[in-house]
């Protein structure tokens, strides 16, 4: 038998990330790298990177969905899909009773409220990067500490220092002042991720929270940020094994959709060439 | 001689680059130029008296720096703009203007205006905000108030025949713009959002009279086209106060939808209520103005009883209308959009937004900074109201 496959491809602000499923909706690769300037046009590279480790090649992917900020520099994607849309599939894969999926990335955090694996309603954060994952890459160096020991080192805060300011410049002059103040470096760790917490928290509360509750994005890799979120929002929030792949695996899956549907209906999937190449951009056209 | 039935949407878009050409020839041939904020200047008292008016915009190109010496940076952009260009002398061309009481900042800025700017004529109307009795009584006063003010400035006199002619004048452009509407309800629309917009900036930038020509003639073309606009999925209602430029608009059109429908000062709103001729024209006016001009400056209850009917009875007193578009105009999803600051609007929205749950209506809230540069993060969020409606 023939296995087909699809692969889902998120071009987040700091993050790229492919996965690659089969028909049976089994993950058979996922990739996570960082974006940067100029990996931005080079998508490419992460999905050949996926389909040696899946041991597959472009023409054995049947539809490309590409997500995410930089969806539409995916030469080789078939269709592109917002990372709402997409999120809110795979968060739906990894738990069906999902209702409210809250994702923290790099560069926005998003709360997306979903009925039956749908997207129904959502809120975005805007320019500010207070509720963001950009938040604790400032703010960590500061602190003398990497993004990854930010979460462990707040579980052995005592208690939690108020950090008033919810804006990132303000909120960096708040943390040299406590730390000259004296204040513990765990419990002003926990303070900012309780700051986070609380803002995300009143941004998803627009949405009317109902249970359950998953954490995606970056950010759900900080254990202090998701224990701040619960205790926020009041409930107990799921986050799944690798919290980043979300909108990449619900991309795929989305694409399995797509051609599934076209299958049944007798429509052709309408395809792009499968290029595997880099993006071009408008500047660059003569 | 050209065909006057493919002319409308050229000249429309002649009047759009360039809105203030018309009036400065008005001027140059003598002719008397007010500058008007919002919706709630009579304009029908202008007209009566032979006076131009000519809606004032801001201009999201223009960076706003002259503004903020007079007002503080997080109120309004919209309103901060049209300061800004008043005082960078974009609107010397105005013999006077007329502001009112839309919001706190509005009715701060017609002071400011005089300060900062100066226009021979200036008048700020303190339009009450509830629709009760006794409002419409005070806003009576208030127009006569304003009628003698502009008597004063023209040295002539106001009759009530000539106010009622106006009147006419004005509600016969109230009724050509919902036939324009009506165009919109089939699928796909006759007139796209884009084109709707600029029809009625167009409209809001010459004298009445020669709008009402013109919307003659667009609805005769807009009438007669093929599929000049492409069909969509989503047919949307658009919701907030000024939109001023195109720049919103076609960024949404330019995804898998299409705006056949809004409530917006510049769009339908100021045309979906005429005035009713009473006897003394102004009591027909402060009625229109007060009880049938839907905007969030004015504070809407179910009853004015004092009894409360709950919260679903508040809700369709206040928004039932929306409902009613929405069904007319077979829209499938909303955008609330709101300039940053727009505390009217802003207070309106949870209790919109629950309207719309209430009527099954997916939508979405952009609140947005009044610059093109910041519309391209929005791009998202309306593809991702397109994806809901799929």
Same mark, same amino acid.
């Given at each position: 038998?023939?296995?087909?496959?699809?692969?889902?491809?998120?071009?987040?602000?700091?993050?790229?990330?492919?996965?690659?499923? /089969?028909?049976?909706?089994?993950?058979?690769?996922?990739?996570?790298?960082?974006?940067?300037?100029? #990996?931005? *046009?080079?998508?490419?590279?992460?999905?050949?990177?996926?389909?040696?480790?899946?041991?597959?090649?472009?023409?054995?992917?049947?539809?490309?969905?590409?997500?995410?900020?930089?969806?539409?520099?995916?030469?080789?994607?078939?269709?592109? @899909?917002?990372?709402?849309?997409?999120?809110?599939?795979?968060?739906?894969?990894?738990?069906?009773?999902?209702?409210?999926?809250?994702?923290?990335?790099?560069?926005?955090?998003?709360?997306?409220?979903?009925? /039956?694996?749908?997207?129904?309603?959502?809120?975005?954060?805007?320019?500010?990067?207070?509720?963001?994952?950009?938040?604790?890459?400032?703010?960590?160096?500061?602190? %003398?500490?990497?993004?990854?020991?930010?979460?462990?080192?707040?579980? *052995?805060?005592?208690?939690?220092?108020?950090?008033?300011?919810?804006?990132?410049?303000? %909120?960096?002059?708040?943390?040299?002042?406590?730390?000259?103040?004296?204040?513990?470096?765990?419990?002003?760790?926990?303070?900012? #991720?309780?700051?986070?917490?609380?803002?995300?928290?009143?941004?998803?509360?627009?949405?009317?929270?109902?249970?359950?509750?998953?954490?995606?994005? %970056?950010?759900?890799?900080?254990?202090?940020?998701?224990?701040?979120?619960?205790?926020?929002?009041?409930?107990?929030?799921?986050?799944? /094994?690798?919290?980043?792949?979300?909108?990449?695996?619900?991309?795929?899956?989305?694409?399995?959709?797509? @051609?599934?549907?076209?299958?049944? *209906?007798?429509?052709?999937?309408?395809?792009?060439? #499968? *290029?595997?190449?880099?993006?071009?951009?408008?500047?660059?056209?003569? | 001689?050209? !065909?006057?039935?493919?002319?409308?949407?050229?000249?429309?878009?002649? =009047?759009?680059?360039?809105?203030?050409?018309?009036?400065?020839?008005?001027?140059?041939?003598?002719?008397?130029?007010?500058?008007?904020?919002?919706?709630?200047?009579?304009?029908?008292?202008?007209?009566?008296?032979?006076?131009?008016?000519?809606?004032?915009?801001?201009?999201?190109?223009?960076?706003?720096?002259?503004?903020?010496?007079?007002?503080?940076?997080?109120?309004?952009?919209?309103?901060?703009?049209?300061?800004?260009?008043?005082?960078?002398?974009?609107?010397?061309?105005?013999?006077?203007?007329?502001?009112?009481?839309?919001?706190?900042?509005?009715?701060?800025?017609?002071?400011?205006?005089?300060?900062?700017?100066?226009?021979?004529?200036?008048?700020?109307?303190?339009?009450?905000?509830?629709?009760?009795? =006794?409002?419409?009584?005070?806003?009576?006063?208030?127009?006569?108030?304003?009628?003698?003010?502009?008597?004063?400035?023209?040295?002539?006199?106001?009759?009530?025949?000539?106010?009622?002619?106006?009147?006419?004048?004005?509600?016969?452009?109230?009724?050509?713009?919902?036939?324009?509407?009506?165009?919109?309800?089939?699928?796909?629309?006759?007139?796209?959002?884009?084109?709707?917009?600029?029809?009625?900036?167009?409209? !809001?930038?010459?004298?009445?009279?020669?709008? !009402?020509?013109?919307? &003659?003639?667009?609805?005769?073309?807009?009438?007669?086209?093929?599929?000049?606009?492409?069909?969509?999925?989503?047919?949307?209602?658009?919701?907030?106060?000024?939109?001023?430029?195109?720049?919103?608009?076609?960024?949404?059109?330019?995804?898998?939808?299409?705006?056949?429908?809004?409530?917006?000062?510049?769009?339908?709103? !100021?045309?979906?209520?005429?005035?009713?001729?009473?006897?003394?024209?102004?009591?027909?006016?402060?009625?229109?103005?007060?009880? +049938?001009? &839907?905007?969030?400056?004015?504070?809407?209850?179910?009853?004015?009883?004092?009894?409360?009917?709950? $919260?679903?009875?508040?809700? +369709?007193?206040?928004?039932?209308?929306?409902?009613?578009?929405?069904?007319?105009?077979?829209?499938?999803?909303? =955008?609330?959009?709101?300039?940053?600051?727009?505390?009217?609007?802003?207070?309106?929205?949870?209790?919109?937004?629950? $309207?719309?749950?209430? =009527?099954?209506?997916?939508?979405?809230?952009? +609140?947005?900074?009044?610059?093109?540069?910041?519309?391209?993060?929005?791009?998202?969020?309306?593809?991702?109201?397109?994806?809901?409606?799929?």
């Amino acid at each position: 038998m023939i296995r087909i496959y699809f692969a889902g491809v998120d071009i987040g602000s700091t993050m790229t990330k492919v996965v690659i499923a /089969d028909e049976g909706e089994k993950v058979v690769s996922r990739v996570i790298s960082h974006t940067g300037a100029e #990996h931005r *046009r080079l998508a490419n590279r992460v999905m050949e990177e996926a389909l040696k480790q899946a041991g597959l090649s472009i023409d054995d992917i049947s539809y490309v969905i590409a997500t995410g900020y930089g969806r539409i520099n995916v030469p080789f994607a078939d269709k592109q @899909v917002t990372e709402l849309t997409c999120h809110a599939r795979g968060v739906y894969q990894f738990r069906q009773g999902v209702r409210l999926a809250i994702d923290i990335g790099g560069q926005d955090s998003k709360a997306l409220k979903i009925k /039956d694996g749908k997207l129904i309603d959502f809120v975005m954060s805007d320019k500010c990067a207070a509720g963001t994952g950009r938040f604790l890459e400032v703010l960590a160096p500061t602190l %003398g500490l990497r993004v990854e020991e930010l979460g462990e080192t707040s579980l *052995r805060a005592t208690r939690k220092v108020k950090i008033s300011s919810t804006c990132t410049v303000f %909120g960096q002059q708040e943390v040299i002042s406590l730390l000259s103040d004296g204040e513990p470096l765990e419990d002003i760790v926990a303070g900012l #991720h309780d700051a986070i917490a609380s803002r995300v928290a009143s941004m998803a509360r627009k949405l009317k929270i109902e249970p359950d509750v998953v954490f995606t994005g %970056g950010v759900a890799k900080n254990s202090g940020v998701a224990k701040a979120l619960g205790k926020n929002l009041g409930c107990e929030i799921f986050i799944p /094994d690798e919290p980043l792949l979300s909108g990449a695996l619900g991309a795929a899956l989305l694409g399995k959709e797509t @051609v599934m549907k076209a299958l049944e *209906r007798g429509e052709p999937v309408k395809r792009s060439e #499968h *290029r595997l190449e880099e993006a071009t951009f408008f500047d660059q056209v003569e | 001689m050209v !065909n006057a039935a493919g002319t409308g949407l050229i000249r429309v878009k002649e =009047i759009y680059r360039n809105r203030e050409q018309r009036v400065k020839e008005l001027k140059a041939e003598g002719k008397t130029i007010i500058g008007y904020l919002c919706i709630y200047p009579v304009l029908e008292m202008l007209t009566a008296l032979d006076l131009v008016p000519y809606r004032m915009f801001g201009d999201m190109d223009e960076t706003i720096t002259s503004a903020d010496d007079y007002l503080p940076t997080m109120v309004c952009p919209f309103l901060r703009s049209v300061l800004d260009l008043g005082i960078k002398g974009k609107y010397d061309f105005l013999d006077g203007v007329v502001m009112a009481h839309i919001c706190d900042v509005g009715a701060r800025l017609s002071h400011i205006w005089d300060v900062a700017v100066k226009t021979p004529y200036s008048h700020f109307i303190d339009v009450p905000h509830t629709d009760r009795k =006794i409002s419409r009584e005070r806003l009576k006063e208030l127009l006569q108030d304003f009628q003698e003010t502009l008597e004063i400035f023209t040295g002539k006199k106001l009759t009530p025949a000539g106010l009622k002619e106006s009147i006419e004048l004005h509600n016969r452009q109230r009724a050509m713009v919902r036939e324009l509407y009506d165009l919109k309800k089939p699928d796909p629309p006759l007139i796209s959002g884009t084109e709707t917009l600029q029809v009625m900036i167009a409209i !809001n930038s010459i004298p009445v009279e020669e709008g !009402n020509n013109l919307l &003659k003639e667009v609805i005769s073309e807009v009438k007669e086209r093929g599929d000049d606009v492409p069909k969509k999925s989503a047919r949307l209602l658009v919701w907030g106060p000024v939109i001023d430029d195109i720049a919103l608009i076609e960024m949404i059109e330019s995804l898998d939808a299409t705006v056949v429908m809004d409530d917006t000062c510049v769009g339908s709103r !100021n045309f979906f209520a005429d005035v009713p001729l009473t006897d003394d024209p102004l009591d027909g006016l402060a009625y229109r103005y007060l009880e +049938e001009l &839907k905007c969030p400056r004015t504070f809407r209850e179910s009853n004015t009883d004092g009894v409360h009917r709950g $919260y679903q009875a508040d809700l +369709e007193a206040r928004f039932g209308y929306l409902g009613d578009y929405a069904k007319e105009w077979n829209v499938n999803g909303a =955008i609330l959009q709101v300039p940053r600051y727009c505390d009217s609007h802003g207070y309106e929205v949870p209790q919109l937004k629950d $309207y719309f749950e209430q =009527i099954s209506l997916p939508n979405i809230y952009l +609140e947005h900074d009044y610059s093109k540069a910041a519309l391209a993060p929005l791009k998202t969020r309306v593809q991702g109201l397109t994806e809901i409606i799929g």
